[in-house]
């Protein structure tokens, strides 16, 4: 089974960039779709980005186009979020996530906490 554990989240200001990094653990990582969410206070979790398992295919909350950048390194079985110009709204637990499909996100991590003062 794959373990996905989370890390690079913080405080920034209004503007700033950070990184999320998720390690995944497994032999199957490869071959998995790759995907962010977020769930902020008092709100539902929400999609923010999915990777396919050879890159070719990306896909973006609408609110986070040009901004953040979903990217995947399956020799280091690593999964990144690069997050620019981050916004107060960016505030959040961002999640990595691994399954077969977009639509079949079967493994979670704990959680990376991102929040941006204004």
């Known amino acids: 089974q794959v373990q996905l554990v989370e890390s690079g989240g913080g405080l920034v200001q209004a503007g700033d960039s950070l990184r999320l990094s998720c390690a995944a653990s497994?032999?199957?990582?490869?071959?998995?779709?790759m995907g962010w969410f977020r769930q902020a206070p008092g709100k539902e979790r929400e999609f923010v980005a999915v990777?396919?398992?050879?890159?070719?295919?990306?896909d973006y909350k609408d609110s986070v186009k040009g901004r953040f950048t979903i990217s995947r390194d399956n020799a280091k079985n690593t999964v990144f979020l690069q997050m620019n110009s981050l916004k107060p709204e960016d505030t959040a637990v961002y999640y990595c996530?691994?399954?077969?499909?977009?639509?079949?996100?079967?493994?979670w991590g704990q959680g990376t906490q991102v929040t941006v003062s204004s």
């Open positions: 996530a691994a399954g077969p499909s977009r639509a079949t996100m079967n493994r």
């Open positions: 497994g032999r199957t990582f490869s071959s998995l779709f």
């Open positions: 990777i396919s398992w050879r890159s070719t295919y990306t």
